[in-house]
């Protein structure tokens, strides 16, 4: 081992003593993770990040109309008032890039022109979010011009293609043809010619609810009564049972739409043909009155229902209303058979199954 000879045999073996450190007798500091809010100190890495979340959490600021939180960019057909417009979790804003001291400041600027494009910023500590509202505000002398071209056609509740052309042709007459309103009624026409299989319209039966969703979009912020009945009828169409508008004068639609929601009929003194002041498809009407038109009425038309329920011709939506509504009235006058065999029809159904199980539960 020639090239470990230039070693010390005597101090091979660690006899030499290390010198002392001059750092051993320094205690450790130890770490401090510092909260970057409030700069609390803490031991734990762990510890700060609980304490963060908990007392500092980053929250997302919200503009909200009617309370409901508005996307990256809000069309508005109507004026905002005072008590329709709130913020949340809002720490700081700005108005087309004005800062304001506090959120009462801007929402009275805000109130106070509502014309235009308006760009709204707002913060919470890190968190920004930005809001577009375009005011496009129909003047009341539209609103009401769009009802009596729509009323001076459909005077009943009779629907054709050529009504629709017609009304198309009254709008236009009158300088209504970019109207969001007069948009949203023709979107439900088209959407009830469609449903009822039209061989008029040149388009297909699955296409029905695409137009009813562009109506929604058109009709959603229209403060009239008949803009939020038939905003009613287009949920009733797709199963959605919520509270009607505050103008809503429907009051058959509404009995029926109360039907579906607790499993009893409560009729209405009106005829079949009159329950609403705007056309409605044939499946519509049809539940409509077997909901609200009494005990002889139901006795008359509940083959049609059985009917429409063995063809398969009807949505799927319309198929659960109808299995619903026969196994109610089939409890009602006490055939249990009949209410087992419809039952099979809307049990699995995500709305109307729930219920109708527990109607079942309740009367055995």
Known sequence: ???????????????????A????????????YLCPVCEQSFSLLELM??????????????????????????????????ESVIFEDTKSARLDGVEYESTDALKKQLLAQQVGRRRLELFYQAYSVTV?????????TELQAVEECFYSIFDSDELSADHLKRFYCSIKANGLDGNVYAGGLGCYLTAVLVKDRSPEVALSYERFLEKFGEAEDKLANIDRALAQAILLAMQFN????GEP?????????????????????????????????????????????????????RREVVEELEQQLRQNRVSGYDSAKLAFVLMVYFYEVEDFHKAEQVFRAVKFDPVLGTRAAELMDSDK
């Open 49 to 82: 990040r609980d304490h963060r979340a908990k007392s500092h959490p980053l929250k997302r600021p919200y503009f909200l109309i009617d309370g409901k939180a508005c996307s990256q960019e809000m069309v508005l057909y109507k004026p905002l008032s005072p």
């Open 21 to 32: 450190s001059p750092f051993e007798k320094r205690p450790l500091k130890p770490v401090e």
């Open 238 to 241: 797709r199963n959605v049972f």
């Open 132 to 140: 577009d509202l375009v005011f496009n505000i129909i003047p009341e």
């Open 1 to 19: 081992m020639a090239f470990l000879d230039h070693i010390d045999p005597g101090n091979s073996g660690g006899s030499v003593p290390t010198p």
């Open 245 to 297: 508008g505050s103008l809503v004068r429907a009051p058959a639609l509404q009995s029926a739409v109360s039907c579906l929601q607790s499993g009893r009929f409560k009729d209405v003194h009106q005829s079949a043909e009159t329950w609403s002041r705007f056309p409605t498809d044939v499946i519509t009407e049809l539940l409509v009155a077997f909901c609200t038109q009494g005990e002889s009425y």
